[in-house]
């Protein structure tokens, strides 16, 4: 009895199997239904919600949304002469985080990939990708902390010399917190891309005379330019949307402090959301021009 | 092939960003244990009473029920959702597959805020009431493309002849997926999982557009960092919660496997 049921059973799921093996496009449909629905339903359909809001406005008098067509939030933003340091501040700092991020990462990663024993080289990448699980939140304000005028830094620099060094709260104490959240992001498609130059090609430079500058210069950069780039998707498009870490160690505002204000306090989401389409336009064009740099390989 | 010199700029530049990665969480470690609720350097005196403040707070066990229901929850729907689509891009030509794969990085590539803005704006929009489903909502979203993208990378390092010589020998799709695939892609599910859970419990960006007044452990931190006195149970619960995400994550980068980097692609997040 039982092994004709097992045979039966096994039947049924044969039978599903072979039918699904003949209609592979009912199989994608099975597979691909659920996850596409939900990207498209709620993070699309979001995305769009967004995009519609940013196009209405809110009556200042009356402190209700108007569902009106109008183009006032973009004006605002580009005329506003606020508005527009904010946001040249935004990628200024954005620019040279991903920039200082890249220089961190080279040793480490040139190390680990290509001088490094397998067990050293799993170890350190094992230590460049813990601090990331660390709450985010926590290792802002250990920063906060370290900067703070009588903190660990200003101490450490006494302990030095004479001189003194107190950021405290300010764009540098933000680019310091910046580099250090977003390190691990740019390092490991650098090394990615390190590991993959094969030996021969350094070899073949020595060879023919090349000294270690000129090897770095016309082989190993051009062959990592595309892990670099892969990297600083991240370091970029984080540094573009990020609120909390100009709050809690900055003094000035960053285009997503202006957004969460305008949810949060002022109630003017449709300003809100013209704001945040420009980080979106940002990246746009950056993401255009790291996929024209192979960058998507590289990720 | 490096040059002496060359050498040592390297092992000094190592050197230097492996302290600069580890010296932080060392201050915020020691500072859990600091007797005053100031943050001058040096530390005055050492004391673990905050431990037992923060254990006994109704607030933290609160926030950390809330947060662990919203990562299971996450965690199960990306694992089901994040697996199908790994599957579905890797196997099969179709239609719009480039875009397919894009849009399903998209929530890593756009700003975090961007994310958080739209899906707050759709909630209103809507009038769903903010709380553990919105949250939920938000992080399954992320955590979707962190199990995606490792059952994807798995799924390309294992040879398709594996898949064809189980056909060959008569095995149906079922026992070709039960015996074959799914053993070679299991520890990067698993990976991916805990990956998502740990990405989920640590989300701040979003979830402060999605959360209304639910507190999650993030939250919590981000409420009270801003009110000095609090701050040391706030060193405690970052750091209790550093330690208990360390099991995780670690067992996660074993499970994917040596160079293979699987938190790389995960933080979408902030």
Redesign the interface.
Not at chain 1, 42 to 47: F, H, Q
């Given at each position: 009895m039982a092994v004709t049921a097992e045979r039966r059973e096994g039947g049924a799921?044969?039978r599903?199997?072979?039918l699904?093996?003949r209609h592979?496009r009912g199989?994608?449909t099975l597979?691909?239904g659920?996850?596409?629905a939900?990207?498209l339903v709620?993070?699309?359909?979001?995305?769009a919600?967004?995009f519609v809001?940013a196009f209405w406005y809110l009556d200042v008098f009356t402190s209700e949304i108007v569902h009106e067509f109008t183009l006032k939030n973009f004006q605002t933003l580009w005329e506003n002469d606020v508005y527009r340091a904010i946001t040249l501040r935004t990628v200024g700092i954005a620019a040279a985080v991903t920039v200082t991020d890249v220089i961190?990462?080279?040793?480490?990663a040139?190390?680990?990939a290509r001088?490094a024993t397998?067990r050293m080289?799993?170890a350190?990448?094992?230590?460049?990708?813990?601090?990331?699980?660390?709450?985010?939140?926590?290792?802002v304000?250990?920063?906060?902390?370290?900067l703070?005028p009588?903190?660990?830094l200003?101490?450490l620099v006494e302990l030095t010399g004479a001189a003194s060094l107190q950021l405290g709260r300010s764009n540098w104490s933000v680019w310091i917190a910046f580099v250090?959240?977003w390190?691990?992001?740019t390092?490991?498609?650098i090394?990615?891309a390190l590991?993959r130059i094969p030996?021969s090609y350094?070899?073949a430079s020595?060879d023919m005379g090349a000294?270690?500058w000129t090897?770095f210069r016309n082989v190993v950069f051009p062959l990592i330019l595309p892990g670099i780039v892969a990297g600083s998707?991240?370091s970029f498009?984080?540094t573009?949307?990020?609120?909390?870490t100009p709050e809690?160690v900055g003094n000035t505002q960053f285009?997503?402090n202006v957004?969460?204000d305008n949810?949060g306090v002022a109630g003017n989401?449709p300003f809100?959301?013209a704001y945040?389409m420009v980080?979106?336009a940002i990246?746009a064009i950056y993401?255009l021009l790291a996929k024209r740099a192979g960058a998507f390989e590289a990720? | 092939m490096e040059s002496r010199l060359a050498r040592i700029l390297i092992k000094g530049g190592t050197a230097f960003t492996l302290v600069f990665l580890y010296v932080p969480l060392g201050i915020v470690l020691l500072y859990a244990f600091s007797e005053s609720v100031g943050q001058a350097w040096p530390i005055q005196g050492y004391t673990t009473k905050w431990f037992g403040i923060a254990w006994r707070s109704s607030d933290v066990r609160l926030a950390l029920s809330h947060s662990l229901t919203v990562a299971s929850i996450a965690t199960l729907t990306a694992l089901v959702l994040g697996s199908a689509a790994a599957f579905s891009v890797h196997r099969f030509r179709f239609f719009g597959r480039n875009s397919v794969s894009f849009l399903l990085v998209l929530p890593i590539a756009l700003p975090g805020i961007v994310t958080a803005i739209a899906l707050n704006s759709t909630i209103n929009v809507l009038g769903i009431p903010f709380g553990i489903l919105t949250i939920v909502i938000g992080h399954a979203t992320f955590c979707i493309v962190v199990v995606y993208n490792n059952v994807l990378a798995r799924l390309r390092r294992t040879p398709t002849s594996l898949v064809e010589a189980s056909m060959d020998l008569g095995a149906d799709g079922w026992q070709t997926f039960r015996y074959v695939t799914f053993p070679a892609i299991r520890t990067a599910i698993v990976a991916g999982a805990l990956l998502a859970f740990a990405l989920s419990f640590d989300e701040i960006v979003v979830t402060n557009f999605t959360a209304g007044s639910t507190l999650t452990i993030p939250k919590f931190i981000y409420n009270n960092l801003r009110l000095p006195r609090n701050r040391p149970v706030v060193n405690v619960v970052a750091i209790a919660v550093l330690i208990l995400m360390l099991i995780p994550v670690y067992i996660a980068q074993r499970l994917a496997g040596g160079g293979e980097t699987a938190g790389a692609r995960t933080q979408a997040e902030p």
């Open positions: 799921v044969r599903t199997s072979a699904l093996f592979p199989k994608l597979s691909l659920g996850p596409l939900w990207f709620i993070y699309i359909g979001s995305l919600v967004l809001t961190l990462s080279f040793p480490l040139y190390y680990a001088l397998p080289r799993n350190l990448l094992i230590a460049v990708v813990l601090p990331l699980w660390a709450n985010y939140l926590v290792r304000f250990a920063w906060k902390i370290i703070t009588n903190g660990f200003n101490w250090y959240l390190l691990p992001f390092l490991l498609p090394y990615g590991e030996n350094l070899e020595g000294r270690g090897t998707i991240f498009s984080l573009l949307g990020d609120y909390i809690l285009i997503g957004i969460f949810v989401i809100a959301a945040a980080p979106v990246m993401l990720l | -």
